[in-house]
């Protein structure tokens, strides 16, 4: 059981450019949750996506971020244009049932936006 | 609108002595509070949790009290060791999230346990 795996762990990006960032859920897990930490701050809800379906997008950004989780492959957050405030920590949750209370959380991916 | 809180941002313990980290929160309405510990460079890991028709639970070393009259709740780890330094988070499930799990984190405080 390899856990939730995210990939890549560290992404630099310039300003203007895009990032994506992988999150595969735990075996079996067919929910993801996508959170982002801003430096000495706490995590903060961006997205809930169930197998194609986006569940709860209410903590996306309106512009430049979005979010897939197709019926094959990994969870991908896209973010387009990137501006230095984007940088933080993106973590990637799954649970097995819908909406769960205990999510599983990856080791987040780090995003520098030079 | 909806905060979590914590009272202090960094808690510093002598080994195992005990701990005890608090957290405030506004929404009365939110039925479900957890706590997560996370370590330098990883992600938020599972501590405890408890619902809102409990006011203590207990797990191997540590304890959970909630307090709805005053909206508290805090995180006791007894005989407090090394491995436990880390940041740990409250978060609660917010009202109208059970199907989306939305959590909204507290900011965070930093145990540093001294040897």
């Known amino acids: 059981n390899a856990g939730v795996m995210q990939n890549p762990r560290h992404l630099v990006r310039r300003r203007g450019q895009e990032a994506r960032l992988r999150c595969s859920p735990m075996?079996?897990?067919?929910?993801v949750y996508w959170y982002r930490q801003l430096p000495e701050e706490g995590l903060k809800f961006m997205v809930y996506?169930?197998?194609?379906?986006?569940?709860?997008e209410s903590g996306m950004p309106k512009e430049r971020f979005s979010a897939e989780f197709p019926k094959e492959g990994p969870s991908i957050l896209r973010i387009q244009q990137v501006v230095r405030g984007d940088s933080a920590a993106y973590f990637c949750?799954?649970?097995?049932?819908?909406?769960?209370?205990?999510?599983?959380f990856g080791a987040g991916s780090r995003l520098t936006v030079l | 609108g909806e905060s979590v809180g914590l009272h202090l941002p960094t808690l510093s313990v002598q080994e195992g002595d005990n701990s005890i980290i608090n957290c405030a929160y506004s929404?009365?309405?939110?039925?479900?509070f957890i706590w997560y510990k996370q370590e330098s460079g990883k992600g938020p890991q599972f501590i405890i949790d408890?619902?809102?028709?409990?006011d203590k639970r207990q797990g191997q070393r540590v304890t959970v009290l909630l307090n709805k009259t005053v909206k508290h709740l805090s995180l006791q780890i007894a005989a407090t060791q090394p491995g436990d330094s880390a940041v740990y988070f409250c978060?609660?499930?917010?009202?109208?999230?059970?199907?989306?799990?939305?959590?909204?984190f507290g900011q965070g405080t930093t145990l540093q346990v001294k040897p």
């Open positions: 075996k079996g897990h067919s929910h």
């Open positions: 996506l169930q197998k194609e379906n986006i569940i709860d």
């Open positions: 408890i619902r809102s028709n409990m």
């Open positions: 949750a799954s649970s097995v049932t819908p909406g769960a209370n205990v999510l599983t």
């Open positions: 978060a609660e499930k917010g009202s109208g999230s059970s199907n989306t799990g939305k959590l909204i």
């Open positions: 929404n009365s309405a939110s039925d479900y």
